[in-house]
């Protein structure tokens, strides 16, 4: 990798910086691309009705402003326009968008495209970065003043004679110097206040977009440049300035944040960051990141898999498992100390803020459910497949059996190479616990008597298919069918462990009782459980499966 034929790009020297001292108070201008720069850049652009689906999903999650196309593209991009406008399918507060070159023809046509719109920003721009000037267009810095200049007085001419006529009520302009990132700062400054002179005192609203077109330096870096150039703007109080980040260095979210504390206003960009190349900054991850720090973010994400639904079926393009707030696997945890964490912090609950480890925000806040928190494999831990189990199916595994099952669920996903459902583990528990009957099995009991302190217990066992009356006793029943145990088959054991609760707690007196034994024998602690109505039935149960899970019997 010849990483010598690249050139590092020459630092900003600004030391009056500000912006990182400073912190995100409030959400920006939210203005989404999608319909214009995430269109052109898919493999099959957006129909008609997509493009018009989508305007309303933007619409209803909260966005006021929506760069719907470049209507001088194409027929269809103007048509596009002109059935919003027509069919009266902008709200009242919806400003929307549209993008030119700096060409009188084009203008025209831009324009053209939103006669009888009620809220509209026309959106200019012209190459400004070393790069274009000399390469592309042989440009030198006067001329490519002069061509936004003259788009920018083009357009005050055509709103002019619009506002004649009653083309739109309310017009914005917005100015980009493209590919801002890899512009002189001083040039930028230089050319945006050329074309803020030509535009200012007209009663209409001013933008002045700075693109990091080619996301060339660090964030920090681009951050210095948008404080310098807001600083020297003109008419700085009555202008919004805006960003349009896109992600070729993987770092578009964290570029405009330090640009919004580096005195920014507006943001642009698109749901889960579609644009061309690597993409533009994702608005749904910026969003989110500010209702994390308890800001509202002016956006509705409330349920996002509707979003999810929406973008994969328009765009043929695949949202991340792992997307920060929308990835399928981002509210779920396979290892082991993670599950753990998680599942003593949701048993917590502390008041006020929410502080639930590995887990910045509540996944219900985005419409997601709590079941898939915790998944199991390989990789989880012994209290991964015990908050399966109290989730899913109520059972309250103590400890000592936490840690005697979490190794056969882990066996089992290793020799299965497989993610574990939560059925499969609740088969996996009653097989290893609950429903074992050989070689010992508790066909039926008789009445017990009680005397004082003592009870004497009588029951049929069955053992490897020979059925057998056994009497006991001793201090209550498990007691005393321990005893029976002993003096009938020779088995002395120790009951270690012993804990019983009711699984299904709301159904009162029908709920079933479940009960954890472990008993030592041989020098050997084995565990057993048993399930019934009665809990009496359960606790016998539990011992005779502890039993037949010992080597010993």
Request: charged letters at 25%; aromatic letters at 10%.
């Amino acid at each position: 990798m010849d990483y010598k034929k690249y050139r590092p790009g020459e630092i900003l020297d600004f030391t009056a910086r500000t912006w990182p001292g400073k912190q995100l108070q409030k959400a920006p201008q939210w203005c989404s691309v999608d319909l214009r720069d995430g269109n052109q850049s898919l493999v099959t652009p957006l129909t008609m009705e997509q493009k018009l689906e989508f305007f309303q999903f933007l619409v209803r999650i909260g966005f006021k402003e929506i760069e719907v196309g470049f209507p001088a593209a194409s027929d269809g991009e103007f048509q596009f326009v002109r059935n919003l406008i027509e069919k009266n399918l902008v709200p009242h507060d919806v400003t929307i968008q549209v993008l030119t070159q700096s060409r009188e023809p084009i203008i025209r046509r831009t324009f053209e495209s939103l006669r009888g719109a009620k809220n509209a920003t026309v959106h200019l721009y012209n190459a400004t970065s070393p790069l274009f000037r000399e390469v592309v267009f042989g440009n030198s810095k006067e001329k490519t003043i002069e061509l936004a200049v003259y788009g920018a007085e083009m357009f005050n001419k055509i709103a002019d004679e619009f506002a004649a006529v009653g083309g739109v009520e309310k017009f914005n302009f917005e100015y980009s110097p493209e590919c801002f990132s890899q512009t002189e700062p001083d040039f930028a400054v230089e050319i945006c206040n050329a074309v803020i002179s030509a535009w200012h005192g007209r009663n209409r609203g001013i933008i002045i977009n700075l693109p990091n077109t080619v996301e060339s330096f660090t964030p920090n870096v681009h951050a210095d440049m948008i404080e310098y150039v807001c600083k020297k703007l003109i008419h700085r109080d009555k202008i919004s300035v805006s960003l349009h980040a896109h992600n070729d260095r993987g770092t578009a979210v964290a570029a405009t944040e330090l640009c919004l504390l580096a005195g920014a206003d507006r943001v642009e960009g698109t749901l889960f960051g579609n644009g061309e190349r690597t993409g533009n900054a994702d608005i749904i991850t910026l969003a989110m990141n500010l209702y994390s720090q308890g800001i509202n973010p002016e956006l509705d994400f409330s349920n996002i898999d509707k979003a999810i639904e929406l973008y994969e079926r328009a765009t043929c393009l695949p949202v991340h498992p792992r997307h920060p707030y929308a990835g399928e696997l981002v509210y779920t945890a396979f290892s082991g100390s993670h599950q753990d964490a998680i599942r003593k912090g949701m048993a917590a609950k502390p008041d006020g803020f929410w502080q639930i480890p590995y887990l910045p925000i509540d996944p219900a806040d985005v419409g997601r459910g709590y079941d898939p928190i915790i998944r199991v494999n390989s990789q989880s831990g012994s209290s991964s497949a015990a908050y399966i189990l109290e989730t899913k199916y109520g059972m309250h595994l103590p400890k000592p059996v936490q840690r005697d099952f979490g190794p056969i669920v882990t066996a089992f996903s290793d020799q299965n190479a497989a993610e574990i459902s939560p059925k499969k583990i609740y088969e996996l528990f009653a097989e290893t616990y609950v429903n074992l009957e050989s070689p010992y099995r508790l066909i039926s009991k008789r009445d017990f008597v009680q005397d004082f302190e003592m009870c004497s217990f009588t029951c049929k066992m069955e053992k490897r298919g020979e059925e057998k009356i056994i009497e006991g006793r001793g201090h209550g029943v498990i007691d005393a069918f321990c005893h029976a145990l002993a003096e009938n088959y020779g088995l002395q054991f120790e009951i270690e462990h012993y804990s019983q609760h009711a699984l299904d707690a709301t159904e009162g007196a029908k709920s079933r009782a479940i009960t954890y034994v472990g008993i030592k024998l041989g020098g050997v602690t084995t565990y057993g459980a048993g399930i019934s109505r009665s809990t009496t039935n359960s606790a016998l149960k539990a011992v005779v499966s502890a039993l037949n899970k010992s080597e010993h019997c």
